[in-house]
């Protein structure tokens, strides 16, 4: 069993920067690959990144790259999502999730967070 906890969530204006955080409990934790989603009101939990279980590869949406940069920490059981250059459409709550399958589809990842919110003010 893994158990997430995300934080470092909060207002900011737009062209601003916010660090996420994805604590996690678990011995088995550094084994997986943690991505992040996102879900605005009203909307479906869109894929924002992932990163493997050695920290060796992460991908992104087309519409962060350049943008978010994901880490994680193993020794800390810790992933980061770092965001600059927020934009207001991308309010929304986000989440960290982990799995076994380094992919971007939401189903592949069993354990989920409680999410945490940001909102991009204009």
């Known amino acids: 069993q893994v158990q997430l906890v995300e934080s470092g969530g909060g207002q900011v204006q737009a062209g601003g920067s916010l660090r996420l955080s994805c604590a996690a409990s678990?011995?088995?934790?550094?084994?997986?690959?943690v991505g992040w989603f996102r879900q605005a009101p009203g909307k479906e939990r869109e894929f924002v990144s992932t990163?493997?279980?050695?920290?060796?590869?992460?991908f992104y949406a087309d519409s962060v790259k350049g943008r978010f940069t994901i880490s994680r920490d193993n020794a800390k059981n810790t992933v980061y999502l770092q965001m600059n250059s927020l934009k207001p459409e991308e309010t929304a709550v986000y989440y960290c999730?982990?799995?076994?399958?380094?992919?971007?589809?939401?189903?592949?990842?069993?354990?989920w967070g409680q999410g945490t919110q940001v909102t991009v003010s204009s």
């Open positions: 990163i493997s279980w050695n920290a060796i590869s992460a």
């Open positions: 999730a982990a799995g076994t399958r380094f992919v971007a589809t939401k189903g592949a990842y069993a354990y």
């Open positions: 678990g011995r088995t934790f550094s084994s997986y690959a």
